[in-house]
Nanobody, 119 residues
Framework: QVQLVESGGGLVQAGGSLRLSCAASGNIVRVNTMSWYRQAPGKQRELVGTITSVGTTNYVDVVKGRFTISGDLANNTVFLQMNNLKPDDTAVYYC?????????????WGQGTQVTVSS
């Protein structure tokens, strides 16, 4: 069994910053990627960005230059530093990981953390 737990969400004014954390635990052999997704009310879940086991990162265009993903995949942790937040960034943010557990490669999701940006 593998669990992903996010933390760090909250309410912030436009232009402010938040830092989200995600920790994976359980029967993990190796983490290949960890990603952040978000889902705003009435919209589909979208990928925010990904970090690979070798440290490569990529981001969706709308957050480039404002959001930074970092982490230590060897220790199963990932962070999302969000700066210059905008009301359109309001969403539930989910941590995602593609990893090798004690049986096979699987995709796991966290429970989500709410980020609300007020104008």
């Amino acid at each position: 069994q593998v669990q992903l737990v996010e933390s760090g969400g909250g309410l912030v004014q436009a232009g402010g910053s938040l830092r989200l954390s995600c920790a994976a635990s359980g029967n993990i052999v190796r983490v290949n990627t960890m990603s952040w997704y978000r889902q705003a009310p009435g919209k589909q879940r979208e990928l925010v960005g990904t970090i690979t086991s070798v440290g490569t990162t990529n981001y969706v265009d709308v957050v480039k230059g404002r959001f930074t993903i970092s982490g230590d995949l060897a220790n199963n942790t990932v962070f999302l530093q969000m700066n210059n937040l905008k009301p359109d960034d309001t969403a539930v943010y989910y941590c995602n990981s593609y990893l090798l557990d004690d049986i096979r490669y699987n995709i796991y999701w966290g429970q989500g953390t709410q980020v609300t940006v007020s104008s």
